[in-house]
């Protein structure tokens, strides 16, 4: 993907690295559009090459359209929402290329969660309360892996938790008795339960402690050594994206301004969105930056 | 010297759960003084009793024991004296989303507490608040002032906010994770906005927040806090640069650094490789 007049800012640093690499999930010319009165065009022309075990930060302030645009490449859009044009292409390991797209019904559901998971934002809510956890690993289990025995299914779950570090003791806890940490741990053992291609996480850490937060990460991170899946990481938090990603896009009003390697938005960031971005982030040990306490500048009322 | 000051405060609040009921200690004994000029930032992560602080400062909550003083006079906790004592302390609340009415303009919002406190009445009230309004930055005056609150970003409400606190005249603002609900980009000028206020009204702020950087570089002094208790103190660099005590360390440990991008990857597989 080189900078064109139109695409998305990066440098020959990105060409360069993205060079050798087999694409996973390619999206191109994605369009997704609300039909809301007046109509909002959330995600316009946006072409995304997500590679075999990369890790892809999508960056972007709230109602920029990364979540509707994660939403639109697992075919996850709910009316109003609706993808209006662009191909999604997935790569399979086994070499076959699903158009994601045009998948209806049972295909759609045997490609959901097998090829590409989900971790949503606000693990907090997104455990059904009244449930236990074995349940609801169960469920996915049950619904893609129906030759499994029941003996099979817990075995694989109490294997699940134990991979993410949460005890298998907590297999007949409901999500009140687990910590916020814990059911974000718990959310992503349920996304590694069919061992999926590419994880799209969702703000997987926003809600949390610092502390926690870098616990589920390193969890993360640790996972996708061993099981070698890409990952989609949507957050606001660039700082943090830094420190993980192999690659960065950000996002502003629905269209993808830059991408590059992670070591060039941090040193050679060249759209001046992202420029901003970065500013936000006053440095926890660097120098005092220029921005505290003259203000004026930043001080504007937007 | 007029300042704000908390001596030993401790909060317990009662749990129950079915027939037994236990006491858990939110904030155990926490003592600073604010002074008018200055910002201390007061960290920590959810749980470790922060928020409980502030809202014992803002007399929202009745501390178990200990004392709040201002101007070295225990403060009034009804009536006339708590009026009083509002004049001067304010708040500022986490989510401008919840803590302004969607059914009244800014105008409003800002005339109540102009009113309340017996700052400005009648023809007065116009022009007091269009001057706060302009103190914010929300400028022109008269366009914010016929908003209400859905026509405006989360940084703008935020704002509104900060003129209502500063409305009765305060002295002191207790400014509650003012930020952590805005967008990213617009963090840093609400932040500016409350230095600037600090710095040229001789404002005292209590600054609670999470975030460890914003707290070094918008405030002089910092306290951690952990599950009640303040366990470091001193001045803003040197919490943040040479943290003493093991909580701090782990905070800080934890904290994203942009500049260690590929570090957590190669240290998460130099350890796989090790096991």
Redesign the interface.
């Known amino acids: 993907m080189t900078a064109t007049a139109t695409g998305p800012l990066s440098s020959a640093a990105h060409d360069a690295y993205t060079a050798g690499l087999a694409p996973v999930l390619t999206a191109r010319d994605v369009s997704i559009e609300y039909e809301v009165d007046p109509p909002v065009q959330a995600v316009k022309d946006v072409s995304l090459t997500l590679h075999r075990g990369e890790i892809l930060g999508l960056a972007g302030?709230?109602g920029c359209g990364k979540t509707t645009l994660a939403y639109g490449l697992d075919r996850l859009l709910k009316p109003p929402a609706i993808l209006r044009s662009g191909e999604v292409t997935f790569h399979d390991a086994s070499g076959v290329d699903i158009d994601v797209v045009g998948l209806r019904g049972d295909a759609l559901r045997a490609f959901r969660w097998d090829k590409v998971s989900m971790v949503f934002q606000g693990a907090m809510n997104s455990l059904n309360p009244v449930i236990s956890v074995r349940k609801q690993l169960g469920d996915v289990l049950t619904t893609h892996r129906p030759q499994m025995g029941r003996k099979e299914r817990d075995a694989r779950s109490a294997e699940l938790l134990e991979l993410v570090g949460v005890d298998p003791a907590r297999l007949d806890s409901f999500a009140h008795e687990l910590s916020g940490g814990m059911r974000q741990r718990v959310m992503i053992a349920m996304a590694l339960a069919l061992g999926p291609q590419v994880m799209i996480m969702d703000e997987p850490t926003t809600a949390l402690?610092?502390?926690v937060?870098?616990g589920i990460?390193?969890e993360i991170?640790?996972l996708r050594?061993?099981f070698d899946f890409a990952v989609v990481f949507i957050t606001?938090?660039?700082?943090?994206l830094?420190?993980?990603?192999d690659r960065i896009a950000v996002m502003r009003e629905g269209e993808i301004v830059e991408i590059d390697t992670?070591?060039s938005i941090?040193s050679r960031a060249q759209h001046p969105y992202t420029r901003?971005?970065?500013?936000?982030?006053?440095?926890?040990?660097?120098d005092?930056?220029s921005?505290?306490?003259?203000?004026a500048e930043?001080?504007?009322?937007? | 010297m007029s300042c704000l000051e908390v001596r030993n405060l401790v909060k317990d609040f009662k749990i129950r759960s079915g027939l037994r009921s236990s006491t858990l200690r939110a904030v155990n004994d926490v003592s600073f003084t604010l002074e008018p000029g200055r910002t201390i930032a007061l960290v920590g992560e959810s749980g470790s009793g922060k928020s409980t602080v502030a809202k014992m400062i803002s007399q929202l909550e009745t501390p178990t024991s200990g004392e709040i003083l201002l101007d070295d006079a225990p403060v009034g906790r009804r009536g006339r004296a708590l009026t009083d004592y509002r004049h001067q302390v304010q708040m500022v609340f986490q989510d401008p989303f919840a803590s302004l009415n969607p059914y009244h303009t800014v105008a409003h919002h800002l005339e109540r507490p102009l009113q309340l406190h017996g700052v400005a009445s009648g023809a007065e009230l116009e022009p007091a608040v269009h001057g706060l309004l302009e103190r914010v930055n929300l400028t022109p005056a008269e366009t914010y002032a016929a908003k209400r609150p859905h026509e405006m970003s989360g940084g703008q409400r935020q704002r509104v906010a900060i003129a209502r606190a500063l409305a009765p005249g305060a002295r002191f603002l207790v400014a509650d994770e003012p930020v952590s609900m805005l967008d990213v980009s617009i963090r840093l000028g609400v932040l500016n906005l409350l230095a600037r206020l600090q710095r040229e009204e001789n404002l005292g702020v209590l600054y609670i927040t999470h975030d460890l950087a914003t707290a070094r570089h918008f405030s002089d002094e910092i306290l951690v806090m952990y599950r009640g208790d303040v366990v470091e103190r001193g001045p803003s660099d040197d919490v943040i640069l040479d943290p003493q005590h093991d909580y701090t360390k782990t905070l800080l440990a934890a904290a994203p650094e942009p500049s260690r991008h590929g570090r957590l990857r190669e240290e998460v597989r130099a350890e796989l490789a090790g096991a």
Do not use: C, K, N
């Not at chain 1, 901003?276 to 660097?286: R, V």
């Not at chain 1, 921005?291 to 203000?295: D, Q, S």
């Not at chain 1, 930043?298 to 937007?302: T, V, W």
């Open positions: 302030e709230s402690d610092v502390v937060q870098r990460l390193r991170m640790r050594e061993r606001h938090d660039l700082p943090l830094l420190e993980i990603s992670a070591e941090y901003q971005l970065l500013a936000s982030f006053p440095s926890l040990t660097g005092r930056g921005f505290v306490r003259t203000g930043q001080e504007g009322a937007s």
